[in-house]
Nanobody, 120 residues
Framework: QVQLVESGGGLVQAGGSLRLSCAAS????????MGWFRQAPGKEREFVAG????????WYSDSVKGRFTNSRDNAKNTMYLQMNSLKPEDTAVYYC?????????????WGQGTLVTVSS
């Protein structure tokens, strides 16, 4: 079973950047498509970005396309989300998970997430 730990969140001004990390345990990380999700206060959790097992293909929600970049280092069992040109509406707790299909989480158990707060 894969266990996931997110980190790298913080408080940043609009227009700023942050880099999130997702450290995974277990031997299936390098063969798994992975994704980032976020949950803003009072809203449901939503898909943000996905990456295939090799890192050769990425895809994004329309709200972050062109601003966020998803990458991974299978040797380190770690996935990253580079977030640029941040907006107040990006404020949320960010989570990582294995993907089922292209946009759905595969694991029922979530990590603790990492909070990103973007001030205007």
């Amino acid at each position: 079973q894969v266990q996931l730990v997110e980190s790298g969140g913080g408080l940043v001004q609009a227009g700023g950047s942050l880099r999130l990390s997702c450290a995974a345990s277990g031997r299936t990380f390098s063969s798994s498509n992975m994704g980032w999700f976020r949950q803003a206060p009072g809203k449901e959790r939503e898909f943000v970005a996905g990456i295939n097992w090799s890192g050769g293909s990425t895809w994004y929600s329309d709200s972050v396309k062109g601003r966020f970049t998803n990458s991974r280092d299978n040797a380190k069992n770690t996935m990253y989300l580079q977030m640029n040109s941040l907006k107040p509406e990006d404020t949320a707790v960010y989570y990582c998970n294995k993907l089922r299909g292209s946009y759905s989480p595969a694991l029922d158990a979530w990590g603790q997430g990492t909070l990103v707060t973007v001030s205007s």
